[in-house]
């Protein structure tokens, strides 16, 4: 056994666990689903200007909609599909704090899920600018810092989800369609208080362009200290629930 | 050596007020009990799981019996910190359970639940368990564990393909790998054929001569051959804790109902209506003999020879459900 396993376990044991599984599978179908606005694109790049074009796919679909939803499959099944098995009593029968078992699961469902929606949306961008790609390598950057960050909060979000609320996976789609896509776009103080905002303001600071702009933009530093906190928020909650969780 | 029972007419305790460990049903005089729980009830809404339970458990092995449903999972999984006590207190060797990680280090549970993760293999699944104890040598302790339940020849199989009985060993193995002081079984033996029963059984009573082994079952013949005490539970009451023998003499004293499959059901029926230990003998729909008895071991005793005389081949042998919750309802009557 590696010195990786040794040091956490519960990560690589949880690692094993999502790759043998079907949820992956979901991950990459929805993580895919912006490639196809870049495959209409490159069929019909009269559409519009190309970096238009990708901002408005990432920042109107893929924020607010596909990340959530591709993130919520491993981060509600970390912890559920434990609970669902009856295999959480392995976990924590051990000399193993609640704290680091929640952080161990929190950072193998990010390890899955960051390469998959980075890897997608690198297609997406890749199709977009193809044979330009060189001069808008920025924008890339962006859209990944934007992908790690969200990944990493809604993960933290949704494995809490599924610790407090049996039905987690309803729960999170309900959380990520309503408040994050509906109501933050018609209630305008409500979108300074979605994850899909301080996550749009990571991109458009990495970017830097005048030309992508976001009204009431957090900034890199106050968009990841913000993401940051409400990560380990969402990490204590979940220790705190998971001490006291009854285990069936 | 001390028997104890719950009294069902004893006037109940002040509700809030503990049991001397040494008090508790269930505790040998001069054994420091190891397992204690102190006035446990557990409830679900308007469900009550236990009720008012106390007994203590010493180093040996203790059955913990009773009826499908009777709560004995139930008490497993407050004893282990799993599910939190809605009343009482529950302490492993001096420790609440609940919430002190450490206690794990001297604790293992063999879980009631089937599934383990299908795509580690045994000997995977008993390294990260020993890896998650922090073990200092591994690798030896991986195989004392799977070599403990003679699973060396399929460790390296994914659990996935095991049957059911080689998933129960290697979750003896996964729970055994640290060494603990408490070994809790619910169920260990569900689904072993019968080799693999004698080897748990004989397993079970080796790790007893120096650890306290909690084994749950609700099948009485089967606790009679490894425990030797034992705590009864009946729809979430204490009914019995104790000396095995001492409660098992009481239980032989009430009527029990048999349930016998046979090549030859009316010449057997002929042939055990005369012996004096029966009762009553008929035939239900299915052909099967079903005889109540009055003294059921001496029963058990002569039914070969008797099954011999008729000329019947015996293909099972069996105590009929409803005998065997009779028999704990007894025990909680009194």
Redesign the interface.
């Known amino acids: 056994?590696t010195l990786g396993?040794?040091l956490a376990?519960?990560f690589f044991?949880s690692l094993?666990?999502f790759i043998?599984g079907k949820a992956v599978l979901a991950v990459a179908g929805l993580a895919s689903l912006p490639m196809l606005f870049s495959l209409i694109y490159r069929i019909n790049p009269d559409i519009d200007r190309p970096r238009r074009y990708l901002d408005d796919v990432f920042t109107e679909f893929m924020l607010p909609s596909v990340l959530p939803l591709a993130v919520l499959v491993l981060a509600t099944g970390a912890f559920g599909d434990e609970l669902e098995?009856?295999?959480l009593?392995?976990?924590?029968?051990?000399?193993?704090?609640?704290f680091r078992i929640v952080v161990e699961k929190l950072l193998a469902a990010v390890a899955i899920s960051a390469p998959i929606v980075g890897g997608f949306t690198a297609l997406s961008w890749l199709f977009v600018f193809w044979g330009e790609a060189g001069d808008n390598l920025d924008m890339l950057w962006g859209m990944l810092a934007a992908v790690a960050v969200g990944t990493l909060v809604y993960t933290a979000v949704f494995q809490f989800f599924s610790l407090f609320i049996q039905r987690a996976i309803l729960a999170s789609i309900i959380y990520s369609l309503v408040w994050e896509t509906v109501l933050g776009r018609f209630i305008p103080g409500l979108r300074y208080a979605s994850i899909r905002h301080l996550v749009s303001s990571v991109y458009v600071s990495v970017i830097d362009d005048r030309r992508i702009a976001l009204t009431g933009s957090f900034g890199t530093a106050g968009s990841v200290t913000a993401v940051l906190i409400i990560t380990a928020v969402a990490v204590l909650l979940g220790t705190w629930r998971l001490?006291?969780l009854?285990?069936? | 050596m001390a028997t104890a029972y719950a009294d069902p007419a004893a006037p109940p305790a002040d509700a809030g007020q503990m049991l001397p460990p040494q008090q508790l049903p269930g505790v040998i005089p001069g054994r420091e009990p190891t397992i204690v729980m102190n006035r446990v009830s557990k409830w679900y809404g308007d469900i009550v799981a236990v009720s008012d339970v106390s007994f203590g458990v010493a180093q040996g092995v203790t059955g913990l019996l009773g009826p499908n449903g009777a709560g004995k999972s139930t008490a497993l999984k407050i004893i282990t910190g799993l599910i939190a006590p809605s009343n009482g207190t529950v302490t492993i060797l001096g420790d609440p359970a609940r919430g002190s990680p450490n206690i794990y280090r001297k604790v293992g549970l063999v879980h009631e639940a089937e599934h383990i993760y299908p795509y580690l293999t045994g000997r995977e699944f008993v390294r990260i368990n020993g890896v998650m104890q922090r073990l200092p040598s591994l690798e030896p302790a991986v195989e004392r564990a799977i070599d403990l339940v003679e699973l060396t020849d399929a460790a390296d199989r994914r659990i996935g393909g095991y049957s059911k009985g080689m998933r129960q060993r290697i979750k003896v193995a996964a729970a055994l790998v640290h060494d603990p002081e408490v070994i809790l079984m619910d169920e260990p033996l569900n689904g072993m054929d019968p080799a693999q029963r004698l080897q748990m059984i004989a397993l079970m009573r080796e790790l007893g001569r120096t650890k306290t082994v909690l084994v749950s079952s609700h099948i009485l013949a089967e606790v009679e051959r490894f425990a030797e005490n034992i705590v009864v539970i009946v729809n979430g009451k204490l009914a019995a804790a104790g000396d095995f023998r001492a409660i098992r003499d009481r239980i032989d004293a009430h009527d029990h109902a048999v349930r016998i499959t046979t090549s030859e059901p009316r010449y057997l029926a002929m042939a055990l209506i005369g012996h004096p230990t029966t009762r009553s003998v008929r035939i239900d729909p299915q052909q099967r003999v079903i005889v109540e008895t009055d003294d059921v071991r001496g029963f058990y005793a002569a039914l070969p020879l008797l099954a011999k005389r008729s000329r019947a081949r015996l293909f099972e042998v069996a105590a009929a459900d409803e005998s065997l919750s009779s028999v704990f309802a007894y025990l909680v009557e009194g």
């Open positions: 056994m396993w040794r376990p519960i044991l094993r666990q043998g098995d009856r295999t009593p392995y976990l924590v029968l051990k000399p193993i704090s609640r001490r006291r009854n285990i069936e």
